[in-house]
C-alpha cells in the first residue's frame, strides 16, 4: 500500500463512526437517494454479480441484496469493512466485503457484469489507474455507474490543502473530466443524472445546458458501458 493509500484508510478509518451514523439518511432521503434506482434502472440482479468499489459501511451493497443482486462490496477502510460486516444479515449469503484499494482489485478480469463506485475515484492517487481498474474488472457491455463531486459539494474541501502544497487524500476533479476520461479509456456514456442542492429547483434545473447542470451540481452520476477489451 502506498503512502497516499495508507493515508486514506487511516482518515477514513477515523471518519467511519460519524459517516455511519449519517449513511442511512443519504442512501434513502439525503444526496444519494436517486443513485440505486438510477443503478437499477440499468442493471439486473440476473445479468451476473456486482461491484461496490468504495461500499464504505455497506448500506448500498445491502439494498442491492435485497434486490436479488450478488454483490462484492470493498473499501479502503477497515474500520468502514468491519460496519459493513455487522450488517449482513444471517440470510444474506448474496453480499460479501472485503478490505480492498480500488486501484488494485483482487479480482479477475471481466468478473462483474457492474460496478457501482461513487465518489470514490477522485479520492485515490491516481483516478486513471482506479478508473482503467474498474474497467478491467468489468465484463464487455458491463456498466460502470460512477459518482463524481461536483462544484458545490462540500466533501471537496478534502482537497483544499493542496494550495499549501500538503498531502491530501482528494484529487478535485470535474465531472467533465471524469466524462472524458472515460470516454478516452474503453467507456461510451449511456446517461448523466445530476443530484443538485435544495436551491435547484427541477425548473431551473430544467432550462440549463448539460456543462451548466454539472458546473452547479453537488454529485453527477454517469452510466459508462464497457465497450472495449
Not at 455511519?20 to 439486473?44: C, V, Y
Not at 442491492?64 to 455487522?86: H, K, P, S, W, Y
Not at 478480469?109 to 461513487?118: R, Y
Request: aromatic share 8%; proline share 4%; charged share 20%.
Amino acid at each position: 500500500m502506498n503512502q497516499w493509500s495508507e493515508q486514506a484508510s487511516k482518515q477514513w478509518d477515523e471518519y467511519a463512526a460519524d459517516w455511519h451514523s449519517k449513511s442511512d439518511a443519504m442512501w434513502e432521503t439525503g444526496s444519494r437517494r436517486t443513485i440505486l434506482p438510477f443503478f437499477m434502472q440499468l442493471i439486473s440482479a440476473q445479468t451476473g454479480p456486482v461491484l461496490d468499489a468504495g461500499c464504505g459501511d455497506g448500506y448500498a451493497s445491502c439494498k442491492l441484496a435485497e434486490q436479488g443482486f450478488t454483490v462484492q462490496g470493498v473499501d479502503i477502510a477497515g474500520e468502514m469493512i468491519r460496519l459493513a460486516n455487522d450488517r449482513v444479515k444471517s440470510d444474506h449469503n448474496q453480499v460479501h466485503f472485503q478490505t480492498a484499494d480500488i486501484s488494485s482489485l483482487p479480482f479477475s478480469d471481466a468478473t462483474f457484469a457492474g460496478a457501482l463506485s461513487i465518489n470514490v475515484v477522485e479520492f485515490t492517487h491516481s483516478p486513471i489507474r482506479a478508473l482503467l481498474e474498474l474497467h478491467r474488472v468489468l465484463a464487455v457491455g458491463g456498466v460502470l455507474v460512477l459518482g463524481i463531486l461536483g462544484p458545490t459539494a462540500g466533501p471537496r474541501a478534502h482537497s483544499y490543502r493542496r494550495l499549501y502544497e500538503e498531502a491530501t487524500i482528494q484529487n478535485t476533479m470535474m465531472p467533465w473530466e471524469a466524462k472524458q476520461l472515460a470516454r478516452e479509456n474503453g467507456f461510451t456514456l449511456l446517461a448523466e443524472e445530476p443530484v443538485y442542492k435544495d436551491g435547484i429547483t427541477p425548473d431551473i434545473a430544467g432550462r440549463l445546458s448539460v456543462e451548466l447542470r454539472e458546473a452547479v451540481s453537488f454529485l453527477t452520476l454517469f452510466a459508462l458501458q464497457k465497450t472495449a477489451k
